[in-house]
């Protein structure tokens, strides 16, 4: 492909980026696969080059842009003018550009949500979390502990460097960081089930829920699967894991995951807004349930930038009243003595310490525990809210 055909396919696939934005569609490096599988004809070389601009344009963009044109040309204009001599309209290349045509916004995020971080992280550290947050993130890797009781075992046969994860307020042994696009899936431990993809900011929220063996664990929101499986890997195979969702095919999913890496899950499939009839067994028995409820998701921007152009202050309310409703139903599971992990990927106060006080102010007999919050900037992993909260014996 020529740089002018490659300028092209990734205005088009913006556009498909920005309707999905607009409409609640795929998120964008699903959209990019897909249409990039559609293109045949694209090289290894062409699909690289294509992502790259899409991205880059998308994290140029503090708000949703009117058009992948004027995305791309922000983005050009800014900081690469003169490609701008490949927009010269020949065969599959975008037209020369017009001085009237409309541009995007270029920026970190919108005004609007650039003040609730302040709120939460001050001016400086609000300044440091848009910075880090549209970076390209780190590729964490998790050991399967119970198959490899040596990490660096497991890093020593892997064929790329890989480092310990280091700097969170959590040990985390078992975590290693690899080069961003390492093949992962494509080696002997991935296969054989040494190792998972994951996040070490996952990792540390699974660290700290502190599930143990023999224990009844109901991760109420269990989405992919991720943080389950590592639940169940702390269980060491004894006690029971129930994972919950209310996407079917989600949890479909997790079942060949939780088979390859040895985890045995229960699932349960929620029906809203009818959720606790099909958790009325469990009622008062669960020894810890995980909320890691739905949420604005600020602190995954480094893989999923095009978040900024979703949110609005009207569906982050929204996310608050779901939180909330998650809270109270996982509580009815919980035990006297027991625990409820409530942790959002958001570091967002609306999201994060107004939930937990608000969730106090509803339920007596509870006890706030200890409250976390990971942020890119400091910590160099997606960012987080956890709070940790005891039922009264």
């Not at 020949?90 to 916004?105: F, I, K, L, N, Q």
């Not at 550290?125 to 490899?148: I, N, Q, T, Y």
């Not at 040596?150 to 890093?155: C, I, K, N, R, S």
């Not at 143990?212 to 109901?218: A, I, M, N, Q, T």
Request: charged share 25%; glycine share 10%.
């Amino acid at each position: 492909m020529t740089p002018g055909a490659r300028l092209q396919a990734a205005i088009e696939i913006l556009d498909r980026v920005i309707a999905a934005a607009r409409d609640g569609g795929a998120a964008a490096d699903a959209i990019v696969r897909r249409e990039l599988a559609a293109r045949r004809y694209a090289g290894s070389h062409d699909r690289r080059a294509i992502t790259e601009w899409v991205f880059r344009a998308i994290r140029h963009c503090a708000e949703r842009p009117p058009s992948g044109r004027a995305a791309l040309l922000a983005l050009i204009e800014a900081e690469e003018p003169a490609l701008l001599a490949e927009f010269d309209g020949g065969p599959h290349a975008p037209t020369p550009p017009d001085p009237s045509e409309p541009r995007a916004t270029s920026g970190r995020a919108p005004r609007w949500l650039i003040r609730r971080l302040e709120a939460t992280l001050g001016r400086q550290g609000a300044a440091a979390f848009l910075a880090a947050s549209l970076e390209r993130a780190p590729l964490d890797l998790r050991v399967h502990r119970l198959r490899a009781p040596d990490a660096g075992a497991v890093a020593a046969q892997l064929p790329f460097a890989t480092e310990p994860v280091r700097g969170l307020p959590v040990r985390l042994p078992w975590a290693l960081r690899a080069p961003s696009g390492s093949p992962v899936e494509a080696t002997s431990a991935y296969r054989e089930g040494l190792v998972e993809v994951q996040d070490a900011g996952s990792q540390a929220v699974v660290a700290w829920c502190a599930a143990r063996p023999g224990e009844r664990v109901v991760d109420l929101c269990a989405g992919a699967g991720g943080k389950t499986l590592a639940l169940g890997v702390d269980m060491a195979g004894e006690g029971r894991l129930i994972a919950c969702d209310v996407d079917r095919e989600r949890l479909a999913r997790l079942h060949p995951r939780a088979e390859r890496a040895g985890v045995a899950v229960e699932t349960r499939l929620l029906n809203p807004p009818r959720e606790a009839d099909a958790l009325q067994d469990l009622e008062g028995r669960a020894d810890l349930v995980l909320v890691d409820a739905p949420c604005s998701g600020t602190g995954t921007w480094r893989r999923a930038p095009e978040l900024r152009w979703r949110l609005t202050p009207r569906r982050l309310a929204a996310f608050a009243r779901l939180q909330d409703r998650l809270l109270d139903l996982g509580a009815r599971l919980v035990r006297p003595g027991g625990r409820l992990v409530y942790a959002v990927c958001s570091v967002l106060a609306d999201e994060g310490p107004a939930r937990a006080a608000a969730f106090l102010s509803r339920h007596g007999g509870w006890r706030a525990g200890e409250r976390h919050l990971l942020d890119p900037a400091r910590h160099g992993c997606d960012g987080f809210f956890v709070a940790i909260f005891r039922r009264h014996g």
